[in-house]
């Protein structure tokens, strides 16, 4: 303290033999120390629970046309065991990109490819299905294929040139709709359906069962199957984020 206060150039307490009395500058130096303390002992408490999982913030993406209808329950799992976590669940562009880009934690999507630093966890397996409104021209018909495509008004929830049923069907097999229309709600694209406008091409789960007013018919004599998965960097070794993956799994089990 001697030594502080020479550096000072004055005093901060008043010395007695029997007390030391803080002065002006004294009390105004214990106040903002007391403050300062406080302030290393919040930090010191974030970090802890930072290292925990428990702080900071986790951000889940989801393609849109997986049901999700387990999120509800995941983020209670989440919420109850790190509670001074920030999880959103927000929407982006590209998922992957996203991830890539450091936007998105954790991303959910059907489609997977090789990317460097990407882990792909399996979650739950879906069907693409064609859906269409009775007595339409290829409602007769056991299944669908690609070829079966052409000529026809198609509502889609992607923009076509983006979507793998361009880049692995229509475009190699130069397949030329009918009309297309390029519609982001699921359930507007499922009603115009019923409605007559065109057919669709969504994954089963999101019908929730409900086919009534609908044709659907498979992908293919074998159908379309496909596994919708979760997404991590590679390096991501965050205890919530494993969590995350962990509940995911736990939730999406047998759907």
Not at 108 to 133: C, R, Y
Not at 159 to 166: H, I, K, R, V
Not at 205 to 231: K, N, Y
């Amino acid at each position: 303290l001697a030594e502080l206060e020479d550096r000072l150039g004055f005093a901060l307490f008043q010395r007695t033999r029997k007390a030391m009395i803080a002065t002006e500058a004294g009390a105004a130096f214990n106040q903002h120390a007391q403050r300062i303390l406080g302030d290393v002992a919040v930090l010191d408490d974030y970090l802890k629970r930072y290292g925990k999982g428990d702080a900071g913030r986790l951000r889940l993406s989801i393609d849109p046309l997986h049901h999700a209808d387990w999120l509800a329950a995941w983020l209670a799992q989440m919420r109850e065991e790190f509670p001074h976590l920030n999880v959103q669940v927000k929407q982006v562009p590209d998922l992957l990109y996203s991830l890539q880009q450091g936007d998105s934690d954790l991303v959910i999507l059907g489609e997977t490819s090789p990317a460097s630093e990407i882990d792909f966890h399996a979650l739950n397996a879906d069907e693409l299905v064609a859906i269409l409104p009775p007595g339409h021209a290829l409602a007769h018909r056991p299944w669908l294929q690609a070829p079966d495509l052409a000529g026809q008004a198609l509502l889609y929830h992607f923009e076509l040139e983006q979507s793998y049923l361009y880049r692995r069907y229509l475009h190699p097999q130069k397949i030329e709709l009918g009309s297309l229309q390029h519609i982001q709600d699921i359930p507007a694209i499922i009603a115009l359906v019923r409605a007559g406008m065109g057919m669709s091409l969504l994954p089963r789960r999101l019908l929730r069962g409900d086919e009534q007013g609908l044709v659907v018919r498979p992908i293919g004599e074998q159908g379309f199957p496909f596994t919708w998965h979760v997404a991590v960097a590679h390096g991501d070794t965050r205890p919530a984020t494993q969590r995350a993956v962990h509940y995911l799994k736990e939730q999406l089990a047998g759907h």
